[in-house]
């Protein structure tokens, strides 16, 4: 089965190249905006000081989870109990895995970005980003940008809160104000970018 989103993943996009050393996305060696780039340059997501364990934590144990989800996990010691949080959320919401680690790409917008997943769960599609530390504000904005980047601003949003101990927690993220007010940066930004004599 396909999807209308489908035409916004950047495999389709000539030229697209994305550097996981440096989180950086390009096209014919043009770099092009992240979301988590423009979270901060937007004041969606405010500055947050860097944490030791928080990015390879949370980078291991989405690698990990998407072995989960192919077959291929073997149980990992010190992040065996995310995995089964992850896998608690798949079995107990009856969630299925449609894509998992999805480079999206909006040409009018100029924004690219990497969803952790698209789930069915309830009969509905979610586009889910997984968590491993405390929920915070910005979360919704950012499941909002990827929605819009995908032109679905219906399309269900939701974070699934990872925990050591393999319980997980799932927040639904519903409220259209966060489309709205992350289509308002997005079309500030498009303005000044188009009418370089505004001010910034």
């Not at 780039?37 to 969606?44: P, R």
């Not at 989405?62 to 990992?76: A, K, Q, R």
């Not at 309830?122 to 491993?132: A, F, L, Q, V, W």
């Amino acid at each position: 089965m396909s999807y209308s989103f489908e035409k916004f993943f950047a495999k389709n996009v000539p030229g697209f190249e994305f550097n996981e050393e440096t989180h950086t996305y390009s096209i014919d060696g043009n770099v092009v905006p992240s979301v988590s780039s423009f979270l901060e340059s937007s004041g969606l997501k405010p500055f947050i000081p860097y944490k030791s364990d928080g990015k390879p934590r949370g980078k291991r144990v989405h690698h990990l989870t998407e072995l989960f989800d192919i077959g291929l996990y073997e149980h990992d010691e010190e992040y065996g109990g995310y995995v089964d949080a992850w896998e608690a959320f798949l079995l107990y919401e009856k969630a299925k895995v449609l894509f998992s680690e999805t480079l999206v790409y909006n040409p009018v917008m100029n924004l690219a970005g990497t969803i952790d997943r698209f789930i069915e769960m309830n009969g509905k599609i979610y586009i889910e980003d997984s968590k491993t530390g405390s929920n915070a504000d910005w979360h919704k904005y950012q499941l909002a940008l990827y929605a819009l980047i995908i032109e679905e601003p219906e399309i269900g949003r939701c974070n699934v809160v990872l925990k050591p101990n393999g319980k997980y927690r799932l927040i639904i993220r519903d409220d259209p104000q966060d489309i709205v007010k992350a289509g308002e940066k997005i079309f500030e930004k498009n303005v000044l970018l188009n009418n370089p004599a505004l001010p910034v």
